[in-house]
């Protein structure tokens, strides 16, 4: 993490950062919160799970209300069927902490604020990050420079250059990195890139998804829980590279998808959960050559709850986006009206209708090849599950394989999504070259990718 200083040239050795206990603390005290990892071609890697009957020890980094509680609670509870064990967690909130204790039946020294004290440990072979987005990038470069296997949560990462980096490490080290989307292992959207590679529908045009959602309260208006405090909860830490840095802020900390320099709003939150399965399903996932979005809020219903901040992200998003192929994708994502039209594919032939689990899928024959194309449909096939997500990870670890949710996949999701919140808040047309990662306007003028600091709300 970063603490408004340069990273450290010349990172802990990691012979000292194993020291007693006493010095460990120190150590980690002295050192910058966001920084090079200290991880190198030292480290001794993770057990590896070589074999299909090894356990998989599990860490989770952030252990937050929902997801992150979710996937504790999940791998602890299926752990017997799936031979793994929660060995360790990470939280920056001691509520959070205690109760990683628990559930997952961990001891003091399982459980930490700094996730690189658990990175140490020879006897985790495996990391799940839950983090705000902001510490994504980060937490997974450790990890796989530390060994570990990672399955992070979805977005990828919170901006276009990091996702970049974390997909370069992926390489590199050969890890099994799986992204927290679990729509990727349902049947249907497997069963859709099935027929489309075996030619069933023709050439496919194109494709459409909503993720909606309305609330009288607001989406992303959680609960500020009575013990959150600045006594409570590592701030500086839990900000990790953001540029700016108030003071510390219940609202930012439970509501923190309301505010750009932690997510994209919809893009970032709601888009993922159609982007990765959609672009699954269409049998070869294509990084993007131009993006457009719009982003809106005129509902403003953060007036309706006394005492909260107006969000800064849109309330609705859209984005349209054109592949290499001449594929077209239309997201809608909406937090203000939870109309859900439906999740299509549509060739030249036929077009593919899948339904809300992604357990049904109709095949539909254009009228123009009735004759050429019967109507099918495939029912009972596995719907979206959160646990069968995270056995496949498990799977793969074990086996080697390509995951369902794989990098391949996550960074041409991540280019779509940053692309278009790029083409939102600077109102451009975003064309993006796949070899030199380089973005430019329909006008060819180049634009550097937001990071964090280079907006005033970034």
Request: some cysteine.
């Amino acid at each position: 993490m970063e603490n408004n200083v340069t990273p450290s040239a010349s990172p802990l050795p990691r012979r000292d950062f194993l020291k007693k206990t006493a010095t460990v603390a120190a150590a980690v005290a002295a050192t910058p919160l966001f920084r090079t990892p200290v991880y190198g071609q030292n480290q001794a890697p993770s057990a590896n799970v070589a074999g299909a009957n090894n356990r998989i020890a599990v860490a989770v980094i952030g252990v937050g209300f929902g997801i992150g509680q979710n996937h504790l609670v999940g791998i602890h509870e299926k752990a017997n069927e799936n031979n793994t064990v929660v060995a360790a967690a990470s939280d920056v909130f001691n509520k959070r902490r205690d109760f990683a204790k628990a559930k997952a039946n961990l001891k003091d020294a399982d459980v930490c604020d700094d996730y690189r004290r658990l990175l140490e440990r020879k006897d985790i072979d495996a990391v799940l990050i839950a983090t705000h987005d902001p510490w994504h990038a980060q937490a997974s470069i450790d990890s796989l420079e530390a060994g570990k296997h990672v399955y992070c949560e979805k977005p990828l990462t919170r901006y276009l250059g990091e996702a970049f980096q974390v997909y370069d490490k992926v390489k590199s080290t050969g890890k099994v990195f799986q992204v927290g989307s679990q729509g990727c292992s349902a049947g249907g959207y497997q069963k859709c890139a099935e027929l489309i590679k075996a030619g069933k529908i023709g050439t496919l045009v194109w494709a459409q998804a909503w993720y909606s959602r309305n609330s009288l309260n607001g989406e992303w208006n959680y609960l500020v829980e009575n013990e959150t405090s600045a006594a409570n909860i590592d701030w500086e830490r839990w900000l990790g590279p953001v540029k700016t840095r108030d003071p510390f802020n219940a609202q930012q900390y439970h509501r923190w998808r309301k505010y750009y320099r932690y997510c994209a709003g919809p893009l970032g939150d709601l888009a993922p959960h159609r982007l990765h399965p959609l672009m699954l399903a269409t049998g070869n996932p294509e990084f993007p050559v131009r993006v457009v979005s719009i982003g809106t809020k005129n509902v403003n219903v953060d007036k309706n709850v006394p005492g909260t901040d107006m969000r800064e992200v849109p309330e609705h998003a859209q984005l349209l986006a054109e592949f290499p192929s001449g594929y077209v994708l239309m997201i809608t994502c909406c937090t203000v009206n939870g109309s859900t039209p439906g999740l299509s594919l549509f060739g030249h032939k036929a077009n593919l209708n899948v339904d809300a689990t992604a357990g049904k899928v109709d095949l539909v024959p254009q009228r123009e090849f009735g004759d050429e194309i019967d109507p099918e449909n495939f029912a009972n096939l596995q719907p979206e599950e959160i646990r069968v997500h995270e056995k496949n990870w498990f799977d793969c670890i074990r086996s080697g394989k390509k995951p369902n949710a794989d990098i391949e996949l996550a960074i041409r999701v991540q280019t779509v999504i940053s692309l278009a919140e790029i083409s939102d808040r600077l109102k451009v047309s975003c064309l993006f070259d796949e070899k030199t990662r380089k973005i430019i306007t329909d006008s060819g003028t180049e634009v550097k990718a937001i990071t964090y600091g280079t907006l005033p709300l970034s």
